[in-house]
């Protein structure tokens, strides 16, 4: 089992001719959840299953393993493609119940379980403000199952809106998508000019390989062998017990990725407990323009390498570059001359990560001729 990544944007607000705006997506063993879904994803998830079909034959994004669309805030370049696909899986007959999740702010979740008008000071791009509209516009009338879910992160209150009735009821935590049971997904606050958050999608830990030369070693035979792998204790000729946990080593790292969206460098709550395998990270602007991405609640490259000091992550890519970036070498380097420990990538459209179960990374650049290998040994 791998997490296997793919960035279908990698502009901030305003999309190029090369890139288009956020959205990403983690395929782990459970499933497929969507980070965010800026203007045209629809469009940019099947041109993304065309490329596989061509370059990675076997490999699939089934829009039907799609359990969970996580939003990191509202704003119209991570938002604005959410509803057009959603139209576009019901006129596919999707069947599969959806998990739609992002944040909001105390305020807005008090109004909208007190059954209340939201405030006024709610941000035009509040979530709740923008699901309404899509309720209006046709969301309430989708025939596959959608719990709309919006917390308050920081406080970890969750509550679910019903799309007919607008009204709310309090959750006693935050839903996991249907039928995850090898991984898991969960906020990580972030700090920008609206209520946000970053998503982690997290492995479990897994058992250590099967040390097949201490089986060898001590003769067992092939059932033998078989019940020890399954985790089975047996007994030899003696009556003494064999533990099969003597053939696995250590459990192996609950690899994860964190795509955590527009932030200013190092939030508040972040500290390197987490320790995300990987963690994707904006770098709207360079140094040369620190004011103005303090001003706007967003980072640097630089910026980012600190983030990914403060939470711990061994590898770090970049995103959401704003149209003054025209070549992602330069952040790169910015964040190289700054990383100290932490691997750094910088990533393009339809660029994969896949991180394997011994929390190592590939960057597969996509280009013309299909996607290119690069392994990141990671600098510590
Ligand atoms: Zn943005
Ligand atoms: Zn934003």
Not at 142 to 165: C, H, K, M, Q, Y
Not at 172 to 182: K, S, T, V
Not at 242 to 248: C, G, K, L, M, T
């Amino acid at each position: 089992m791998v997490l296997d990544v793919h960035v279908l944007g990698t502009a901030s607000a305003r999309p190029t001719p090369e890139r288009a705006v956020s959205g990403s997506l983690v395929k782990g063993p459970d499933g497929i959840a969507i980070v965010d879904c800026g203007e045209g994803f629809q469009t940019r998830y099947a041109l993304q299953r065309r490329r596989l079909k061509r370059h990675s034959v076997g490999e699939t994004l089934k829009p039907s393993a799609v359990d969970v669309l996580a939003f990191t805030h509202g704003h119209l370049d991570h938002t604005w493609g959410a509803l057009p696909w959603l139209q576009s899986m019901d006129l596919e007959n999707r069947q599969q119940p959806l998990l739609i999740i992002g944040p909001t702010s105390a305020e807005v979740a008090e109004a909208l379980l007190n059954d209340e008008p939201l405030p006024e000071a709610a941000p035009s791009a509040d979530l709740a403000r923008q699901w309404m509209a899509w309720f209006a516009l046709g969301g309430d009338m989708i025939r596959f199952p959608i719990r709309w879910v919006l917390g308050v992160v920081n406080a970890d209150r969750w509550v679910e809106v019903d799309p007919t009735s607008g009204k709310a009821r309090l959750l006693e935590e935050m839903p996991q998508p249907e039928g995850w049971g090898n991984s898991s997904l969960r906020p990580v606050p972030t700090q920008h000019t609206v209520p946000s958050c970053g998503w982690m999608v997290q492995q479990k830990a897994m058992a250590g390989k099967f040390d097949r030369a201490r089986a060898d070693e001590m003769q067992l035979t092939t059932k033998q062998r078989a019940m020890v792998a399954r985790g089975e204790n047996i007994t030899d000729a003696n009556g003494e017990t064999i533990a099969a946990s003597w053939f696995r080593g250590g459990e192996r790292a609950a690899v994860s990725v964190l795509i955590s969206g527009d932030t200013a460098t190092t939030p508040e709550a972040w500290d390197d407990s987490l320790a995300p395998t990987l963690l994707i990270h904006e770098a709207t602007f360079l140094e040369e323009q620190h004011d103005k991405a303090e001003e706007h609640m967003h980072s640097t490259a630089a910026g980012a390498v600190a983030s990914a000091q403060a939470v711990g992550a061994t590898y770090l890519a970049l995103t959401h570059y704003s149209n003054r970036i025209k070549n992602s070498k330069t952040p790169e380097d910015e964040a190289k001359t700054a990383a100290d420990g932490v691997a750094v990538v910088a990533l393009n459209d339809n660029d994969r990560l896949v991180v394997d179960d011994d929390g190592d990374l590939t960057h597969l650049k996509w280009g013309s001729e299909g996607w290119v290998l690069a392994n990141i040994p990671p600098n510590r």
